[in-house]
């Protein structure tokens, strides 16, 4: 583990299942910084909603992100098909990404040496970060890995059901008005069907490390 002693912001963004939660998480651990993971607020918010069904939604979730402790949901299982489906739906809701948004800036505020991934990061929440990384997977690999991770969960989950649901979201995720998934014109590109996770992240490293240096110099 480094430690920087010069503040350092990095966004990662990319579709469902590209690895950028791994990528992201590993950096992160590698350089101390604090990771925040938009994807997890947004299944949290959905797990919210599906338990409680609240009949106001957007006054419901401002109550609950209000003073949320976000290392509450990192223990709860939040990677299920329906979250991961109804997550897609609040996602095109204006009202309830403003609330999501105003938490991660608040964090991101909270913590100038961090690093947040999801897919707006570097458009919305961080447009000034130090680093952006932009990630992408073929789908056949994307769909593999996550259909290796559900099959934890339920034994009888299909490749092709995960294949299927994962371009459906990526499908809306790039097409939906609000926030679209889109690649930064600074973002570093990093394809992860073509590389392990060592390779990852000793990817990522080289332009961390060039941040760090530039800082040091006053760059």
Do not use: W
């Amino acid at each position: 583990m480094k430690k920087i002693k010069k503040f350092i912001q990095i966004s990662c963004d990319g579709g469902a299942a590209t690895g950028k939660s791994t990528g992201a998480k590993m950096i992160s651990k590698k350089y101390n910084l604090k990771f925040l993971s938009s994807g997890l607020l947004y299944r949290y918010a959905s797990f919210l909603i599906l338990k409680n069904n609240p009949i106001n939604k957007v006054r419901f979730l401002k109550r609950e992100f209000k003073n949320l402790n976000y290392k509450k949901i990192e223990k709860i299982r939040l990677h299920t098909p329906r979250i991961s489906d109804y997550s897609a739906v609040i996602a095109k809701k204006n009202k309830i990404r403003l609330i999501l948004k105003e938490f991660q800036k608040k964090f991101a505020k909270k913590n100038p040496n961090c690093c947040i991934e999801g897919r707006d990061i570097s458009t919305k929440i961080l447009p000034g970060s130090d680093l952006k990384f932009f990630f992408k997977c073929n789908l056949n690999i994307a769909a593999l890995r996550r259909h290796k991770e559900l099959k934890k969960i339920d034994r009888k989950i299909k490749y092709k059901d995960v294949k299927k649901s994962l371009k459906i979201r990526n499908i809306a995720d790039t097409k939906r008005k609000n926030s679209p998934l889109l690649k930064h014109r600074d973002s570093i590109e990093i394809d992860t069907g073509k590389l392990n996770k060592q390779a990852m992240v000793a990817k990522m490293s080289k332009y961390v490390e060039e941040i760090i240096r530039k800082k040091k110099h006053g760059k």
